[in-house]
């Protein structure tokens, strides 16, 4: 089966805490990205990941940072959670450089207390 | 930078009844790519439609839309609506700028009524 997996599903915490979500593609494709989903279902992108140059997107807190192994593994860690990182993180890859269609993993939602 | 509207926060209609879902974008870029996301209730936003051309519709699932490059307009319309149709609808656009991701706007709800 080809597509974009996600773990974990959904992660509980507590403020200040480091969390770190999994993502893996196996649909060949050469980027990838991270979107946050917040509680007004707004998508936003965070991160994009291409040939091992990752583009952040400005209005993301220093707190996030992505981690990848290869192309096919874009992982994401928020060191110290705040109440506001509450949301569902969704995974997408695709491939570079054609305007693609984006395939999203099923998201890992994170709520903070 | 681009900007997608999708003017309906929700949209319901019955059973069987034509259904439309408005979206426009502004955007200083030639080269853009547009997209109709669906995404069910605790699922992955699943690709619905996709456009590149001007003028030319699409259509997939029973959905068309046509892009309209004149009024900037995408929008996405079913002749016949069925309840498995109520889900979250994406519509999102990508420019040139790759790294820039799929530039969504806030989505609009559909549910079906017998």
């Known amino acids: 089966e080809t597509a974009v997996f996600q773990t974990p599903n959904y992660h509980v915490t507590q403020v200040g805490n480091e969390v770190s979500f999994n993502c893996k593609q196996t649909?060949?494709?050469?980027?990838m990205y991270w979107y946050k989903q917040d509680s007004k279902k707004l998508l936003k992108i965070m991160f994009s990941?291409?040939?091992?140059?990752?583009?952040v997107n400005e209005t993301v807190p220093r707190r996030f940072s992505p981690q990848s192994s290869d192309k096919a593994h874009l992982n994401l860690r928020i060191k110290s959670v705040e109440p506001e990182d509450s949301a569902v993180y969704l995974c997408?890859?695709?491939?570079?450089?054609?305007?693609?269609?984006?395939?999203f993993g099923p998201g890992t939602r994170l709520l903070v207390l | 930078g681009d900007s997608v509207t999708q003017t309906e926060g929700l949209v319901t209609v019955t059973e069987g009844l034509p259904v439309k879902l408005n979206c426009t974008y502004q955007?200083?870029?030639?080269?853009?790519?547009f997209f109709w996301y669906v995404q069910y209730l605790n699922e992955a936003p699943q690709v619905l439609l996709k456009?590149?051309?001007?003028?030319k519709r699409t259509e997939h699932q029973g959905f068309h839309a046509t892009l309209h490059k004149s009024s900037s307009s995408f929008h996405l319309q079913k002749s016949s609506a069925q309840l498995s149709d109520s889900a979250l609808y994406y519509c999102?656009?990508?420019?040139?700028?790759?790294?820039?991701?799929?530039?969504f706007g806030l989505g609009t709800r559909v549910s079906v009524f017998p």
């Open positions: 999102a656009l990508s420019d040139h700028d790759y790294a820039q991701g799929l530039t």
């Open positions: 456009s590149s051309t001007d003028n």
């Open positions: 997408a890859s695709t491939n570079w450089g054609n305007q693609d269609t984006q395939y």
């Open positions: 990941y291409n040939n091992k140059q990752l583009i």
């Open positions: 649909l060949g494709h050469d980027t």
């Open positions: 955007t200083t870029y030639l080269t853009i790519a």
